[in-house]
């Protein structure tokens, strides 16, 4: 079955503990992302990649980190959380550009992440 | 910057009913693409439809249409016959830089199917 999994789903921490918020999927897909989902502002885009080795940063990058070292993994790293990252995330992957094909992004099931 | 707006925080409607989701976006590109995404309680985000915007037929998935208007840039989507599993938050996202594959999505509009 095609999916992006996500690991873990639920986490509580407190302020300035290291995590680590895992994303695989076993599409093949080149294209991955991370967004954050707050109340009232939708998604935002944390970081993409667009091939291993290859990440930048979206819309919302600050505090945290990302890989690409594996073609299917891209966990999203926050080396020092603050209860402004409490959110809820998602990675998200696809085979090739949107506009280039018939493709979009496959979404994972979420990481509710609260951050005391 | 590109931005998506959704004007209706909440709407709610009887079982079997059709409901129209009204959504605006902005942006100076020519070729883009428009998604509706459904996000059930399970907080899973599941595609609906999406548009290209070079098209001029509106997309169509069985109960699912959108009435995509380019000079207003006005993308709304129209769920018929309306069921009690359409019951979720919906929002709506525009694609208009293909080179980092970033969703730029609106605040969303909370649908209740009423029984």
């Known amino acids: 079955e095609a999916q992006v999994t996500q690991n873990p789903r639920y986490l509580i921490t407190v302020t300035g503990k290291k995590l680590t918020v895992t994303c695989s999927q076993n599409?093949?897909?080149?294209?991955m992302s991370w967004y954050r989902q707050d109340p009232g502002l939708g998604l935002r885009q944390i970081y993409y990649?667009?091939?291993?080795?290859?990440?930048d940063k979206g819309d919302v990058p600050e505090g945290y980190k990302v890989s690409r070292k594996e073609k299917r993994n891209f966990p999203l790293i926050l080396e020092s959380p603050s209860p402004n990252q409490t959110s809820l995330y998602f990675c998200?992957?696809?085979?090739?550009?949107?506009?280039?094909?018939?493709?979009?992004?496959?979404f994972g099931p979420g990481t509710r992440l609260t951050v005391l | 910057a590109q931005t998506v707006t959704q004007s209706q925080p909440e709407m709610s409607v009887q079982e079997a009913e059709t409901v129209t989701l009204s959504c605006t976006y902005d942006?100076?590109?020519?070729?883009?693409?428009l998604f509706w995404y459904k996000q059930p309680p399970s907080r899973q985000m599941i595609l609906v439809i999406r548009?290209?915007?070079?098209?001029?037929q509106n997309a169509t998935e069985n109960r699912f249409s959108v009435n995509f208007q380019k000079a207003a840039k006005s993308f709304s989507l129209k769920i018929s016959d309306s069921q009690l599993g359409d019951t979720a938050m919906y929002f709506c996202?525009?694609?208009?830089?293909?080179?980092?594959?970033?969703?730029?999505f609106g605040t969303g509009t909370r649908l209740t199917i009423i029984p």
């Open positions: 998200a992957s696809s085979s090739t550009p949107t506009g280039l094909g018939t493709d979009t992004q496959y």
């Open positions: 942006t100076s590109e020519n070729n883009y693409y």
């Open positions: 548009q290209e915007a070079y098209k001029q």
């Open positions: 996202a525009s694609l208009t830089n293909f080179g980092n594959e970033k969703l730029t």
């Open positions: 599409m093949n897909h080149e294209y």
């Open positions: 990649s667009m091939n291993v080795e290859v990440t």
